[in-house]
């Protein structure tokens, strides 16, 4: 059974800076890729970040590109989100997400509340 769970959320002022955190535990995890979404208040969840098995290739939704880096550690099996320059359209609950065949799994979330 695959279990995510995330980090690292919390209040910050725009401008500012968070890292989320993914731990992934019940796979091998260095098999597949990630990713990360995000759903804000009243809105559907969406894509922001995905990172493939080895770290070396990654995509990005327009809106976060240049702000945003995502990475992953195989050897810990942990997966990141750097967030920089945060503005308060970021403000959403966060979620880690891996797909294996047509199973998608999800952490429980972490609240990001970017202040103006």
């Known amino acids: 059974q695959v279990q995510l769970v995330e980090s690292g959320g919390g209040l910050v002022q725009s401008g500012g800076s968070l890292r989320l955190s993914c731990a992934a535990s019940?796979?091998?995890?260095?098999?597949?890729?990630m990713a990360w979404f995000r759903q804000a208040p009243g809105r559907e969840r969406e894509f922001v970040a995905a990172i493939n098995w080895s770290g070396g290739g990654t995509k990005y939704t327009e809106s976060v590109k240049g702000r945003f880096t995502i990475s992953r550690d195989n050897a810990k099996n942990t997966m990141s989100l750097e967030m920089s320059s945060l503005k308060p359209e970021d403000t959403a609950v966060y979620y880690c997400?891996?797909?294996?065949?047509?199973?998608?799994?999800w952490g429980q979330g972490t609240q990001v509340t970017v202040s103006s």
């Open positions: 997400n891996m797909v294996i065949g047509f199973q998608a799994y």
């Open positions: 019940g796979r091998t995890f260095s098999d597949y890729a």
